[in-house]
T-cell receptor, first 115, second 114 residues
Framework: DSGVTQTPKHLITATGQRVTLRCSPR?????VYWYQQSLDQGLQFLIQ???????AKGNILERFSAQQFPDLHSELNLSSLELGDSALYFC??????????????FGEGSRLTVL | GESVGLHLPTLSVQEGDNSIINCAYS??????FIWYKQESGKGPQFIID?????DKRQGQRVTVLLNKTVKHLSLQIAATQPGDSAVYFC?????????????FGQGTTLQVKP
């Protein structure tokens, strides 16, 4: 158990809909990262937050947005969903933004299926 | 550019043999590399890391080798066990100011035959 909690574990929705994925980082971790894992794309970095502020952006679509709240939990919002958005979405946390280690602690992911 | 690639999608080894998983990276500015293991239905789990000022680092049954000349990273697993069956990802850390971003490769599936 990494200490990172993601909900929901599974989500099935239709094209055009909007969903919110939630992440609670490990106790004390200030940085939260979101990754998308598709079958043919590996792990794609989406976005990182540190103590409530956005710090780095990767291949995140404009239809997607995220935020980190004062209690450090984070939400990833996916809107106008398309079939290609079906994937596993992972949240990871680390103690601090400038950590010299690469050790991210991953949750077990939220599997999104868009029909 | 930001690209990390794995040489082989699937590696099949006999239980007890040593495994070698390879990875090529393209960003010469990367100074930190990590191997992650992802078991079925779980999130990636940190295995071992190495900084660019090193060429070898050993852990428990695992060794990571870094060849900066050819931008190549490898993970060696000694005496491979059935529990080692998983997808293995290499990742490089790219810094922008004081923010590091982990870029993952596509992954290699390790299958351990009993």
């Amino acid at each position: 158990d990494s200490g990172v909690t993601q909900t929901p574990k599974h989500l099935i929705t239709a094209t055009g809909q909007r969903v919110t994925l939630r992440c609670s980082p490990r106790s004390g971790d200030l940085s939260v990262y979101w990754y998308q894992q598709s079958l043919d794309q590996g792990l794609q970095f989406l976005i990182q937050y540190y103590n409530g502020e956005e710090r780095a952006k990767g291949n995140i679509l404009e239809r997607f947005s995220a935020q980190q709240f004062p209690d450090l939990h984070s939400e990833l919002n996916l809107s106008s969903l398309e079939l290609g958005d079906s994937a596993l979405y992972f949240c990871a946390s680390s103690p601090r933004q400038g950590s010299n280690t690469g050790e991210l602690f991953f949750g077990e992911g939220s599997r999104l299926t868009v029909l | 550019g930001e690209s990390v690639g794995l040489h082989l999608p699937t590696l099949s080894v006999q239980e007890g043999d040593n495994s070698i998983i390879n990875c090529a990276y393209s960003n010469s500015a990367s100074d930190y590399f990590i191997w992650y293991k992802q078991e079925s239905g779980k999130g990636p789990q940190f295995i071992i890391d190495i900084r660019s000022n090193m060429d070898k680092r050993q852990g428990q049954r695992v060794t990571v080798l870094l060849n900066k000349t050819v931008k190549h990273l490898s993970l060696q697993i000694a005496a491979t066990q059935p529990g080692d069956s998983a997808v293995y990802f290499c990742a490089e850390k790219i810094w922008s100011g004081n923010t590091g971003k982990l870029i993952f490769g596509q992954g290699t599936t390790l299958q351990v035959k009993p």
